[in-house]
Every structure is written in C-alpha cells, then in structure tokens.
C-alpha cells in the first residue's frame, strides 16, 4: 500500500517557466515532508522540506506548499532551469520519526 | 568536508553468492540509513543504525540480510545467498542526529546486479 504517491512519471517544462510537482500522501498521521532530487548515478540530494505547521516554504526557486485537508503537497520551481532536469521524490514521516516513507519520483526535463 | 561514501559503486555477484555493501557517513555523523530502490520504484528504507546499534530494521528481509555499524569503520549491508530479486540500487544516507530537522544525506548507491 502506497502511503505516498507521485502520480506523474514525468513532466517536461520549457526553460524560465513554472514546474510543478505533486504529491498525495493516505497516511494522516504524516506531519513532516520533503523534496529530494536525484540525478542518474548519484544518491538523492535534499532540496526542502516543510511541517504541518505550515502551508508554504520557500527557498530561492523552490517554493513548497501543504494543503492538509486534501492531503497534497506540491513543489513549484520558478524559473525552471535546464540543470533542474532530475528525478524528484517526495518523501513524509510521522510524530514518532519513523523512517521516511518515499513516493516513486517524477522525472523532470526542462527543454531549453 | 567529503560527504557519504559508499563502495563498491558497481557489484555484480551470481546467484547464492554474498554481497557486502560498505557505507561510511559523513565526518561528525553518527546516524546511517539503508534504503533500496528498485527499478522505477521509489526508495524503501531498510535499517537505521546509530555505531554499534540497530535501532529500526523494520524496512529488512528477515532472512539473508543484516546490517551493522561497528565502533570503527563503515556500516556494512551484507545480503547472503543473493537471489535476482536483490538485484536494485542501495543507497547509505547519514546525519548528525536523529531529530527531523537534521538532513539526511545520501551516498551516490552501490549498484547490485545479480546473474
């Protein structure tokens, strides 16, 4: 049973426009998420993360929003950048720091 | 400061032989993580270990797997008698402490392809 999915495999954005990637998560108990990007051949690297305290995180380009009720997170990159062509995972935990719980990843491609 | 190094990058082992997979964490982590990605699947954890301990191996085949992390030296992931299912990329992360707030970072994986 998925407790967190990425329900696109992959997504293409032209360079300088909005990427956005989603995330559902079925686990309510969840109150810790983050993004982590992975180019082939390297391990995931983190890029940011955001509580259940918050709705919105914000980090240069990368701009992380919660919504609680639909259970959906969402990483918005604006501008996209040809280098931020990679694999993005979403990942959540619990109160009780249980092992982070990854989806499958959605493989970004920014087109020049 | 190197970040999480992980050898061998590449392992290629036949049915029913042993794969030992090495971890060392990032200098001033105590904290290491195994996680295994199948193919186009995300990343399961494994086995969180602090030095000499297996706090949560939760994520592990009861058999053929175990994992430590001695006083000295890397954290080991050993796989006996693989079979082609083992077959995936295993990835070490590390971090200082155990608290959500402290990144965990990851090793580039060692690549397990069994014939």
């Known amino acids: 049973d998925q407790q967190v999915k990425q329900n696109s495999p992959s997504l293409s954005v032209q360079e300088g426009r909005i990427s956005i990637l989603n995330c559902d998560y079925t686990?309510?108990?969840?109150?810790?998420f983050l993004w982590y990007k992975k180019y082939p051949a390297e391990g995931p690297t983190f890029l940011i993360s955001?509580?259940?305290?918050?709705d919105k995180n914000e980090d240069g380009r990368f701009t992380v929003f919660l919504n609680k009720s639909a259970k959906h997170l969402s990483l918005h990159i604006v501008p996209s950048q040809p280098g931020d062509s990679a694999v993005y995972f979403c990942?959540?935990?619990?109160?009780?720091?249980?092992?982070?719980?990854f989806g499958k990843g959605t493989r970004l491609s920014v087109i020049a | 400061n190197a970040g999480v190094m992980q050898n061998p990058r590449h392992l290629v082992r036949r049915r029913g032989q042993e794969a030992r997979l090495r971890c060392s964490p990032m200098?001033?982590?105590?904290?290491v993580y195994w996680y295994r990605q199948l193919p186009e699947e995300g990343l399961k954890f494994m086995v969180y270990?602090?030095?000499?301990?297996?706090?949560?191996e939760s994520g592990m085949p009861k058999e053929r797997f175990s994992a430590e992390f001695p006083k000295e030296g890397p954290s080991i992931l050993r796989i006996q008698q693989v079979v082609r299912g083992d077959s995936a990329a295993y990835f070490c992360?590390?971090?200082?402490?155990?608290?959500?707030?402290?990144?965990?970072?990851f090793g580039p994986g060692t690549r397990l392809t069994v014939l």
């Open positions: 992360a590390s971090s200082r402490a155990r608290d959500r707030g402290d990144t965990q970072y």
């Open positions: 200098k001033g982590h105590s904290h």
């Open positions: 270990l602090q030095k000499e301990n297996i706090i949560d």
């Open positions: 990942a959540a935990s619990d109160p009780r720091n249980t092992p982070l719980v």
């Open positions: 686990n309510s108990m969840f109150d810790y």
């Open positions: 955001i509580s259940s305290i918050k």
